[in-house]
């Protein structure tokens, strides 16, 4: 069965302050891997994806995530924050297209000025 | 355009009433899900469907849940009767590949 761990339920960081959000995971196959945000009141979003290739993804605003495979982790980084960047962050994993994906706990980064 | 929508955006009753939350994927999408978030639990798998049949339904908490995908573009997830412990904000997400898309969610209180 697959299982991921997000290690650090709350963040608090000052702003242009870089930031990692640790996320491991277990499973005994391939793996896709994820990371979405959530704002207050609205649903989750996608923020990147590792499904095949090179092992650095990176979104549109700025964050990356590595996969390591030997480490079985996936964390993800930012070098410097916005305020903007409150938010809930989930890291999630899967096996194979159309499965359902299994979902950390959370990470609450908290952007302060 | 059109994400996945979900109706009820806020749902408000009392134990013991049924509740139905409804869903529509995005067009094209072939799986669909409905997820529950509580602070306790996180974000939970409930079940999901494949081409409008289920495939997995294992974490429906009771038999008071139950779930229909009648087309490819509706779903609904039951809760009679209703509890308490079942307020939660409900989510539906729809796939075409290994990501999913989410839609707002339902916030659900039972009083």
């Known amino acids: 069965a697959q299982s991921v761990t997000q290690l650090d339920s709350q963040v608090p960081v000052f702003e242009e302050a870089p930031v990692e959000l640790r996320c491991n995971y277990s499973?005994?196959?391939?793996?896709?891997l994820f990371w979405y945000v959530q704002y207050p009141n609205q649903g989750l979003q996608l923020l990147l994806k590792?499904?095949?290739?090179?092992?650095l993804v990176e979104s549109i605003n700025g964050f990356e995530a590595e996969f390591n495979k030997s480490q079985t982790s996936f964390h993800l980084r930012k070098p410097s924050v916005h305020i903007s960047d409150t938010a809930e962050y989930f890291c999630?994993?899967?096996?194979?297209?159309?499965?359902?994906?299994?979902f950390g706990k959370g990470t609450t980064l908290s952007v302060s000025s | 355009d059109a994400g996945v929508i979900q109706s009820p955006r806020h749902e408000v009753t009392e134990m013991g009433q049924e509740v139905t939350l409804r869903c529509k994927p995005i067009?094209?999408?072939?799986?669909l899900f409905w997820y529950r978030q509580t602070m306790m639990r996180g974000l939970e798998l409930l079940i999901y469907?494949?081409?409008?049949?289920?495939?997995?339904d294992s974490g429906m908490p009771e038999d008071r849940f139950s779930a229909k995908m009648p087309n490819a573009s509706f779903s609904t997830l039951k809760i009679q009767p209703s509890e308490p412990r079942d307020s939660a904000v409900y989510f539906c997400?729809?796939?075409?590949?290994?990501?999913?898309?989410f839609g707002d969610g339902t916030r659900l209180s039972i009083l």
């Open positions: 997400a729809s796939s075409v590949g290994p990501e999913l898309h």
């Open positions: 499973s005994s196959v391939s793996v896709y």
């Open positions: 999630a994993v899967g096996d194979q297209a159309g499965t359902a994906l299994i």
């Open positions: 590792y499904l095949s290739g090179s092992t």
């Open positions: 067009s094209g999408h072939d799986y």
């Open positions: 469907f494949n081409n409008n049949v289920p495939i997995d």
